[in-house]
């Protein structure tokens, strides 16, 4: 069983930055792909961004290219959300997944494991 653990959320204005963190515990971290998603109030879930288990192939959401960077390592269990240039409509409840296959956290499909989800708020 793996747990994942959500940082790093707050307030901030529009344009600043924040970097969230989601630690991993309880398995073997490398062997999964991850991936953040997001929740806005009164709308789904939405796939943000995902990261291949060995960091070599990463994907974004139209909406965060160019804004956003995932990145892991691996050896201290933790995958990373460096989120700039932050815009109102990126305010959501934020999540971290694990998956064992890439196309699968891709898709949002069949993830194994979710975090509890930390909150950013973004004021215009």
């Known amino acids: 069983q793996v747990q994942l653990v959500e940082s790093g959320g707050g307030l901030v204005q529009a344009g600043g930055s924040l970097r969230l963190s989601c630690a991993a515990s309880g398995g073997t971290f490398s062997s999964y792909a991850m991936g953040w998603f997001r929740q806005a109030p009164g709308k789904e879930r939405e796939f943000v961004c995902a990261?291949?288990?060995?960091?070599?192939?990463?994907y974004y959401a139209d909406s965060v290219k160019g804004r956003f960077t995932i990145s892991r390592d691996n050896a201290k269990n933790t995958v990373y959300l460096q989120m700039n240039i932050l815009k109102p409509e990126d305010t959501a409840v934020y999540y971290c997944a694990a998956g064992t296959k890439y196309e699968r956290v891709l898709a949002g499909t069949n993830i194994a494991y979710w975090g509890q989800g930390t909150q950013v708020t973004v004021s215009s």
């Open positions: 990261i291949s288990w060995s960091g070599g192939s990463t």
